[in-house]
């Protein structure tokens, strides 16, 4: 090299060391692209989506049946709530057989011919992992409880009744409230967070980790996709349980069990073990059900620094709108300024590392239309894009439940012969044995309560039954599928199904509704939900009308050169006040 270009050459390297930190920061701040970020997660219900053998319980042969219809939808994920061997106390959630299909539910061959079938459409599947607890009936259990010095003693929690009675922990489907149940033939009590025949595992034991990660690796090796982790943050425990107190639970733990369950440090040691054996080496979804989990402590799962979990999903929202002191009753006049700001608060959670996910209903919660919007006849359909409209242009993995994508409503059972779920009994024992109010206690699960609202079984066409089945169903179908069925949607090009289309297309060829930063404008609105995504230059403009009364957008944005990309109404609104239950998304400047 000459002298007088070295000479030009020196300004220039010394510039770029110069530059160098602000360089690194913007590679810094690049999004990191992944799959599972860019889904559309549909949750399938097995036991209530097809049964394809007339005895009134859905299956695996159903679900495989419907694969061209779940195809449609334009999602990328199923997630199958569980299908193991299980006796069903909990409706699968109390497994028995960690490498077995319920036998109501068909056979693994079966079960082998579904993820083939779903592989060849390009969709994957995400399985649910329950592993916080098993069946009772799970060989595990039965050897643990046969004598003190069995060899699977310590694959789960017991206290010895000649120390007392243990302190309390609550459980969540009995009727007394107690989380220990006695067991006489070892004359001790084991604990279970759920229901007594769903004993907790002993994490702290290595021997149950290995067995769970041996078991999960089977399942990868067969071809899944991922997992969605029930309760996982309650499976660390300390095993000398302390009695908690009240002030304790209240200064420590938000006053909420929960919290606390959540909050073992040894939690975190055992999703990193986890990740390091066996999640690192697969590409797959992971994701946390988040019960217990804080802003505060959310990235403590998913800092992709940490290496634990790809996902967790948060109780705030769903929580919003119960009335303190009583099961699941939900206040009509729910506040739509605190809805925003928790959805807002856990955008920023997320805002600079880690991934969230956005939910409004699944298995074990009411239908959002019922719950968030309005499921009379004049505003059912409106109500229902809308709710859609919102969780397919929010950041985050959107997770979708079956039958939300026709617009399902709550049953609203008239009483509670009619209900099959756990939970749902057990309170109504609880209120029968101290005097409650058992009317207004049914009156309530009609729209904030009963987890059987989300799980009558899928509306496919208006025939007896829905066509679910050719017999009466395990639980009831709702009345109104004479009119409210996939088959009538179909058919019609403005329909709640076919605007779920439109609308997952919208979200996959536009980055910036799931990349994009979002940003909440007219906060203080008690009416209108609205915010912008942003990304490499492109503006989106999203407004949700929440009411069933026309209302007004306070911004100064400019809708001038707007352009629509969608809306839920045959003729959209063109300024800053919407119809009823109006969506809106826009490009803008």
Not at 192 to 211: G, I
Not at 468 to 492: G, M, R
Not at 545 to 571: D, E, Q, V, W
Request: aromatic fraction near 14%.
């Amino acid at each position: 090299m000459k002298p007088k270009n070295i000479l030009f050459v020196l300004p220039l390297l010394f510039s770029c060391l110069l530059f160098k930190p602000a360089l690194a920061q913007v590679k810094k701040a690049t999004i990191e692209k992944k799959w599972w970020k860019e889904a559309v997660v549909y949750q399938i219900y097995p036991r209530s989506f097809k049964d394809s053998n007339g005895d009134g319980v859905g299956d695996i042969k159903g679900i495989i049946s419907k694969l061209d219809y779940i195809k449609s939808l334009g999602i990328d994920v199923v997630w199958l709530n569980p299908i193991y061997g299980s006796p069903n106390a909990d409706n699968g959630y109390d497994i028995s057989d960690y490498q077995a299909i319920m036998k109501e539910f068909g056979t693994m061959e079966d079960f082998d011919a579904l993820l083939k079938g779903m592989h060849q459409r390009g969709l994957k599947l995400v399985m649910d992992l329950v592993v916080n607890h098993s069946s009772d009936e799970h060989k595990w259990f039965q050897e643990s409880r046969k004598s003190r010095d069995n060899p699977y003693r310590d694959y789960y929690h017991w206290w010895p009744a000649e120390k007392g009675k243990p302190a309390f922990r609550p459980g969540a489907f009995e009727a007394d409230g107690s989380g220990w149940r006695y067991d006489k033939t070892t004359d001790s009590y084991y604990l279970h967070y759920f229901n007594y025949k769903q004993p907790d595992l002993n994490w702290e034991n290595p021997k149950v980790r290995q067995e769970i990660y041996t078991m999960m690796n089977w399942w990868f090796k067969k071809g899944i996709d991922g997992f969605r982790m029930d309760v996982i943050p309650f499976i660390a425990k300390d095993t000398t349980f302390p009695v908690i107190t009240k002030e304790e639970l209240d200064s420590k733990y938000e006053g909420r069990w929960d919290v606390y369950f959540a909050s073992n440090p040894n939690l975190h040691n055992y999703l990193q073990e986890m990740n390091k054996e066996l999640l690192s080496k697969y590409d797959i979804m992971s994701v946390a059900e988040g019960a217990g989990m804080l802003k505060s402590t959310a990235l403590n799962f998913v800092d992709p620094e940490r290496h634990e979990l790809n996902m967790g999903y948060h109780f705030d929202g769903t929580n919003l709108g119960y009335v303190p002191g009583y099961f699941k009753k939900m206040n009509p006049n729910w506040s739509l300024v605190e809805f925003k700001k928790i959805y807002s608060d856990w955008d920023a959670v997320y805002d600079k590392k880690g991934w969230g996910t956005i939910y409004l209903g699944n298995h074990d919660q009411p239908r959002m239309t019922s719950r968030w919007g309005n499921d009379s006849p004049e505003f059912r359909d409106y109500s229902s894009k809308m709710l859609t409209t919102f969780l397919l242009s929010m950041k985050g993995t959107p997770y979708y439940y079956n039958g939300d994508e026709i617009g399902m409503t709550n049953a609203k059972f008239n009483k509670i012969e009619d209900y099959r779920d756990i939970e749902t009994l057990a309170e109504y024992e609880r209120l029968k044995n101290t005097g409650g109010d058992l009317k207004q206690f049914i009156e309530d699960q009609k729209t904030g309560g009963a987890r059987d609202n989300g799980r009558t079984p899928f509306q496919w066409n208006d025939s007896k039954n829905g066509g679910f089945s050719t017999i009466e169903p395990w639980l009831k179908v709702n009345d109104n599928h004479v009119t409210l069925n996939a088959a009538a949607q179909e058919k019609d090009p403005n329909s709640v199904l076919n605007y779920f289309r439109k609308m997952v297309k919208l979200r996959k060829n536009n980055p910036v509704l799931i990349y994009g930063k979002y940003t909440l404008i007219d906060a203080k609105n008690p009416n209108i939900y609205a915010y912008t995504r942003e990304l490499d230059g492109k503006k989106v403009l999203v407004m949700l009308n929440f009411r069933s009364k026309k209302a007004k957008l306070n911004t100064n944005i400019n809708l001038k050169n707007a352009k629509l990309l969608i809306g839920n109404y045959t003729k959209s609104s063109n300024g800053l006040e919407l119809k009823p239950y109006e969506a809106v998304v826009l490009a803008i400047k």
